[in-house]
């Protein structure tokens, strides 16, 4: 399955920019904490955020969630291929979802496949 290069950049802007917010509050070290700090200005502004650090291991993080899915997508694994238990029997899904009928019982079978 391929993906469009448009498709496949934004999916990796959306990890890069979740994984920027994750990347923020590491190694901010605000006035306050340090003893340093302009007359006037909040006490809880940082002093040096080091943003170039920042943005460069926002990428590599990136990179390596995005790889994974990658690998991932062309291994053809995904949930739907996940093992399910239904009344302590394993069932494994085939890309799609099954339905599965439950019995007076409560015992769980599963309907032919459609189509």
């Not at 901010?28 to 700090?37: A, C, P």
């Not at 238990?85 to 496949?113: C, F, K, M, T």
Request: net charge positive; charged share 15%; with cysteine.
């Amino acid at each position: 399955m391929a993906i469009q290069i448009s498709t496949a950049l934004a999916i990796y802007f959306v990890i890069w920019w979740v994984a920027l917010f994750l990347t923020l509050p590491f190694g901010v070290r605000s006035q306050h904490e340090d003893g340093v700090g302009a007359p006037g200005t909040d006490p809880g502004a940082p002093i040096l955020t080091r943003m170039g650090r920042k943005l460069i291991w926002t990428t590599i993080i990136s990179a390596v969630i995005y790889g994974i899915g990658v690998r991932g997508l062309s291994c053809r694994l995904s949930l739907d291929r996940a093992p399910v238990e239904i009344d302590g029997n394993a069932v494994l899904g085939h890309g799609w979802l099954r339905v599965v009928h439950l019995s007076p019982a409560g015992r769980g079978r599963i309907a032919q496949q459609p189509g």
